[in-house]
Each structure stands twice: as C-alpha cells, then as structure tokens.
C-alpha cells in the first residue's frame, strides 16, 4: 500500500513538471517585453530603454529561460508566488484573500449537485423509460445546457426589477456575518449546483444502468432476493465507486464553472482575480493560479485513486 | 465498436439493390435519419433545430430585414414588435437580426475549430494507438499534461498570450480540446489493433500507413462523431462565456455572449436584450447535446439505453 502510493506520486511528478512547464512558457512567450508593456501601461506612451533595463532586472527577466522556470517552480512550491505585475502587490497574500470565496462557491455548488444528482440519477435508473426518468433526463440535459450565466443575468434582472434586491457588497465571511453571506453567495452556489446536479445525475444513471445489467444482479433475482435489496446492496454499492472517484477528479472543473458566475454576481474570488489578470496579462497571477490548478487536480487523482481502492476490494495496490 | 446498423450501412444497400455509390450513400442516410426520427424523436428535434438554424445562419442576409450592424437612433430600445420582432437595442440595431447573424459567428467558430481539432485527435490517437512503445507513451503522457487543467482556465490564459480575436480563439480551442479525443480514441485502437482482419492485412504486406487509414481508423469513426457533436455543445457555451467576459469574439461581429454583457445595464428596461441571446445559446447547446445523446444511444451498443 505504502508502494503504492510512492509509486503514484512519482508518476505524477513529470506530469507536474509538464504542467508547470506549460503555463509558464505560454506567458513567457507573450509577444512583446514584459517590462516594456509595464511602464507603458502605466506612463503611457513609450518607456525609457533605462527603466526598462531596471525592471527587467528586477523580474529576473533577463535570466536564462531555464533559471527563470525553476526559480518560480521553487518559488510557488513554497507558496511564494511573486508580485502581481499592475498592483505589485504579493500575490500570495492575494491568494490568502479571495480563495476562501471560490472555495465556498465551489465546494458549495458540488456538495449540492452530489446531494441532489446522485438521487435522482439512482430514481432515473430504477424507473428506467417511465415518466420519471424521462423528465429526470430531459431535466439534466436542459441544465447542461443553459449557460450559467445567462441564468445569473437574468436572477440579477429579476432580483432588481421585482424585489429591488442587489446582492450584498464585500466579503462577509460566513462565520462572522453567516446571513450575509449566504444572500451573497447562495446564487452562485445554486447555479453552480444546477449544472452539478446534471452533471452526477447523468453520471450516476448510466452507473447504475451498466451494474444493472450485470449477472450478478441476475443472480441476486434469480435467487429471489426482494428489489431492494438487489438495488441497494448489490447495485448502489458498485455503481457508486466510479461516482465518487469522477466527483474528485472533477473538482478542478468545478474551480473553473466559479470563474465566470463570479464575474456575474461581483463576488471578488480567484475567479474575478484571474479574469482581471487575463485581460491586464499579468502574468505572475494567472501562472499562481494555473499551478495550484495542476497541483490540486494531481494530489486528487491521487486521492481518487485511494478511494477507489479503498471501496473497491477487487482493485490491488501490488 | 461494432459496426453501427449492418443492414443500413451503404456497402450493404448497394450490394443488395444494385445501386450506384451516391444513391446507396444517399439512401442510407434516408434510412438512418428516419431511424432516428422514430426511434429518438428528442435527438431528431435537436437535428432538425441544428438544420434549420444552419440554414438561416448562412441565408441570413436572406432572411433577416435589415443589417447585423445597421443603427437607427430613432427606434433606440424599442421592445419586440411588428417592425423589429425582437426588439432593439441602444444603438437602435435589430435584435432578430443580430441573433441570426450571431448564429454565423457562432457556428462558424465551433464548426471550425471543433472539425480541426476532432481531426487533429484522430489523427494522433489512431497513430499513437497504433505505432505503440515509447512514441505512445511520449504522446499520452502530453495528453496528460493539458488534461490537467480545466479546458476554460487554459483558453483563457492563451487568449492572454495570443490576443483576443475569432483567429485566436478557434486556435485556443483546437490546442486545448484534442487531448481528451486523442485518449478516447487511442482507447479504441488498442482494442481493434488486435483485430485478425488487422493481422491479415499485415501479412498480405499492407503498410502501416494504409491500415491505419483503411482498417483502423473507419473502426474509430462512431465514437468519433459521437464526440464531435458533444464538442460542438461545448464550444458554443465556452465561445459565448468567453465573449461575455470580453475575451472572446471582438467587436463589432454579433456575438450572443457579448450581446449579453453590453445588454445587462440596460437590463432594467429592455429585458429582450438579455432574454434572447441567452434563449438563443440556451436553444443550441440543446440541440447539440439532444443530438450528440441519441447519436450515443444509436452507436454505443455498451451504452445502449441510457
């Protein structure tokens, strides 16, 4: 087991380095001098080739590429991501601030489309091509494909004309000011959650569908076991092991579907920090960004992984 | 995968009834679509909505009364009508005729950039698949590496790169989106490689080439296309997520995603401008994944009935 994991985790490093190495080259090779668009952003008009020369010294920008990288490699590890390029301020400290409301976003959205789609994905496949599961199904793809923030536009529409309702400004953590923060964030959580739930709901389905047809679920009938026994102790359990293992490899995706809710309901988190630092190039933010990203989304493989094992007796570690 | 509906398949109509290539491709697909109209009346609904706004997006100069880009301040923000069925907005600009054209950009964007890309992925997962050892192991692991991040943080970060323009978006897509296919179908061609018909044509001398091209990639085709249509869902709802956010089609092109965010400060008064081009993505992505659904139902036999 121990071997295991050792082994998982070392797979993992050249994918890491992959990963890293990718978002870093993509914003080292932005057309144009870092520096020059800095000054010129903020001075307008061109900079002098001395400020330029300055600055770039500062970033470490005339470093070799290879210096460069693994600096910043070693840099984000120990959690110091540089200076934001438009505010300079530490965008560690940055992080600190704002990922705490994407985390509630997010964690938020996921923990209501597990609690609602894992249900309704079992009720669809046990009343498989009656009523209930063809409205379940029509349902999910319908929230599959109505864009989240069109639905975000139109609660912000609807909250002002009807109810003169505007979310609440600022942050307001929620063990401070819990009613607060919940009118701020209970949109973005609730249309998060919708797509969640159509995504494990179709998940869960075909699950349950593929176990169903199983022989050994045959068996357990022929042997006259009563319904749901067959559904909930031989098919509940194997169908949910894939489930649970996509609910953790899917959290990443579930970071990126804040981003643009975030845009739409104002909430200052990763996401309207990320989408600012797009539009200003600021580098050293997205690249901050993209290696937490890639770090979380391999230690929750890992993690899946585990899990998998661990609610799959069938599955060895040797 | 199995072959899809030997009975319906164009060799087969044409060995029994005689035909020409073009009438027994021609009736197969007749009997196919009216297969699926029977047996998927969703998917078929999802077709015939993808039809349709196909044809009114390249007719659109036809069918629409005035210019995508005309303004007229006289009639600045009047509400859906006889003159302008969906209203206008505050430039005075048709809606109606806004949202058909932005159809256009729409799918031309997607169909590009997901026709590039799905042949891309095919193209690397069957050669990948097939040639095997290290070269595989060397592509898959690149797969790994962009399956790391989520596809919208990735665009995002090359449109910072590239710049913001239609160019570059479909770009941006096609670098981010091959990976997953590739997998898929490399999957595939682990399993068919192993195939005795594969080892004939081996024997009878056929270059690896050819029977990447004529043995194993024809095999591949169904979870292709089934991917395909998924991916065209995709991009619309990325493209227009992305254009709302600015990052995606510039001005002054009619782009469903931008229509929303120049709309929502006059949101108060003209609700049409943020209920429509919202309906009109809603609409697409729905027919493309009613359509990619059935398409699933249809060729996954493992799938079959989910």
Known sequence: MRNYIARRVLLSIPTLIGATLLCFLILRVIPGDVAEMILEGEGGGLAQPRSVEILREELGLNRPLHVQYLTWVWNSIRGDFGTSLQTGRSVGGEFALRLPLTIEIALGGLFLGVITGIPLGILSAIKQDSWIDYVGRVMAILFLSIPGFWIGVLVLLIGVRSFNWMPPIGYNPIWANPITNILQFMWPILILGLHQTAIKARLTRSQMLEVMREDYIRTARAKGLAEHVVIWRHTLKNALIPVVTIVFIQLGHVFAGTVILEAVFNVSGMGTLFIEAIRFRDYTIVQGYLFIIAVSFLVFNIIADLVYGWLDPRISYS | ?306
């Open chain 2, 1 to 306: 995968m199995q072959q899809p509906t030997g009975e319906l398949t164009p060799v087969a109509i044409a060995e029994k009834t005689a035909l020409s290539a073009m009438q027994a491709w021609a009736l197969a697909i007749w009997k196919w679509t009216k297969r699926l109209y029977i047996k998927k009346p969703l998917g078929a609904a999802g077709l015939s909505f993808i039809l349709l706004a196909s044809l009114s997006a390249i007719f659109a100069p036809l069918i629409t009364p005035y210019g995508p880009l005309v303004q007229d301040y006289t009639v600045r923000l009047t509400a859906p009508g006889a003159a302008h069925w969906l209203g206008t907005d505050d430039y005075g600009r048709d809606l109606y005729t806004r949202i058909v054209y932005g159809a256009r950009i729409s799918l031309s964007i997607a169909i590009v950039a997901v026709f590039t890309e799905k042949l891309l992925s095919l193209a690397v997962g069957v050669f990948s698949g097939y040639i095997g050892g290290w070269v595989d192991m060397l592509i898959m692991r690149i797969a790994d590496i962009f399956l790391t991040f989520p596809a919208i943080l990735l665009i995002m970060a090359l449109i910072a790169m590239l710049g913001v323009g239609i160019d570059k978006l479909i770009i941006a897509f096609v670098i981010t989106g091959w990976a997953g296919t590739a997998r898929v179908i490399r999957g595939q061609v682990l399993s068919i490689k192993n195939n005795d018909y594969v080892e004939a044509a081996r024997s009878i001398g056929a270059s690896k080439g050819r029977i990447m091209l004529r043995h194993i990639m024809p095999q591949t085709l169904a979870p292709w296309l089934i991917l395909f249509s998924a991916a065209l869902a995709n991009i619309v709802l990325t493209e227009a997520s992305l254009s709302y956010l600015g990052l995606g089609v510039p001005p002054p092109h009619p782009s469903w995603g931008r229509m929303l965010s120049e709309a929502a400060p006059r949101a108060m008064s003209a609700p049409w401008l943020v209920i429509f081009p919202g309906l009109a993505i809603t609409l697409f992505v729905l027919a493309f994944n009613l359509f990619g659904d059935a398409l699933r139902d249809v060729w996954d036999p493992r799938l079959r009935g989910r």
